[in-house]
C-alpha cells in the first residue's frame, strides 16, 4: 500500500524565516512520482514539483527547493526567505509509474502561516 | 500548458436535488480521469477513476448510484451526486493525466479548480 504523512499540521512562521515541510512516503513500487501541490485559500492546487524515484537530484526553484532521500524516503520541501503570499496549504503526493493513469496518494497537507 | 476545467465553480442546492458537476480537458485528450472530495481541512481522497467508454472505478465506501460518472468523450468527465444531502457538502475536485513530451516516466496530474457543494 501506498502512504504518505505529512507530520506537521499547521506551521506559523514570520515573514524572511526559512521554513521546511516534511514529507515521508511509503510504497513498494521501485519505480514511482512524488508531488509537491500548493492549495491556497481559493482551492485550487497549484502544481509545484514532480520528482521521479530515480532523480535524487536536490532541486531549486527560486526560494523554493526540495530534499530528495531515498535512503530515508523523503522528499521534503523548503521555503526560503518567506513571504505573507506562501500562506497555503501545502500537499506532498505519490504515485506509481506502473501506469500513466494512476491517481495521487495525497498526504494530509501542511497549512503554513507567514505572518508580515 | 495543459489546463482542466470544472463547471461550476460553487453550486448551493437544497437537499434532495441532483448536482452535475462537469471536468473537462481542454488542451488534451483524457482517456482517465480522476475524482477526488475534500472536506474542509482535510486532504484529498480519491473518489473514483473515470474511464472512458467504460463504467467508472469507484474507491471502497463510496456509493456508485449516488455519485454517477460518465466519461462521455475524451475531454469530459461528469459527476453527479444524487439526491444529495448536507452530509454531501464538499470540495470535489477532478484530475487528469497527461504525457508530457520528453520520454517515458514524466506523466503529470492536472488539477481543476475544484467545485464548492453545499447542500442546504
Known amino acids: 500500500a501506498q502512504k504518505v504523512t505529512q507530520a506537521q499540521t499547521e506551521i506559523s512562521v514570520v515573514e524572511k524565516e526559512d521554513v521546511t515541510l516534511d514529507c515521508v512516503y511509503e510504497t513498494r513500487d521501485t519505480t514511482y512520482y512524488l508531488f509537491w501541490y500548493k492549495q491556497p485559500p481559493s482551492g485550487e492546487l497549484v502544481f509545484l514539483i514532480r520528482?521521479?524515484?530515480?532523480?535524487?537530484q536536490n532541486e531549486i526553484s527560486g526560494r523554493y527547493s526540495w530534499n530528495f532521500q531515498k535512503s530515508t524516503s523523503s522528499f521534503n520541501f523548503t521555503i526560503t526567505a518567506s513571504q505573507v503570499v506562501d500562506s497555503a496549504v501545502y500537499f506532498c503526493?505519490?504515485?506509481?509509474?506502473?501506469?500513466?493513469?494512476?491517481?495521487?496518494?495525497f498526504g494530509k497537507g501542511t497549512r503554513l502561516s507567514v505572518i508580515a | 500548458g495543459a489546463v482542466v476545467s470544472q463547471h461550476p465553480s460553487r453550486v448551493i442546492c437544497k437537499s434532495g436535488t441532483s448536482v452535475k458537476i462537469e471536468c473537462r480537458s481542454l488542451d488534451f485528450q483524457a482517456t482517465t480521469m480522476f475524482w477526488y472530495r475534500q472536506f474542509p481541512k482535510q486532504s484529498l481522497m480519491l473518489m473514483a477513476t473515470s474511464n472512458e467508454g467504460s463504467k467508472a472505478t469507484y474507491e471502497q465506501g463510496v456509493e456508485k448510484d449516488k455519485f454517477l460518472i460518465n466519461h462521455a468523450s475524451l475531454t469530459l468527465s461528469t459527476l453527479t451526486v444524487t439526491s444529495a444531502h448536507p452530509e454531501d457538502s464538499s470540495f470535489y475536485i477532478c484530475s487528469a493525466p497527461t504525457q508530457i513530451a520528453g520520454g517515458p516516466g514524466t506523466d503529470t496530474q492536472y488539477f481543476g479548480p475544484g467545485t464548492r457543494l453545499t447542500v442546504l
Open positions: 520528482r521521479n524515484s530515480f532523480d535524487e
Open positions: 503526493a505519490l504515485s506509481t509509474f506502473s501506469s500513466g493513469n494512476t491517481p495521487l496518494v
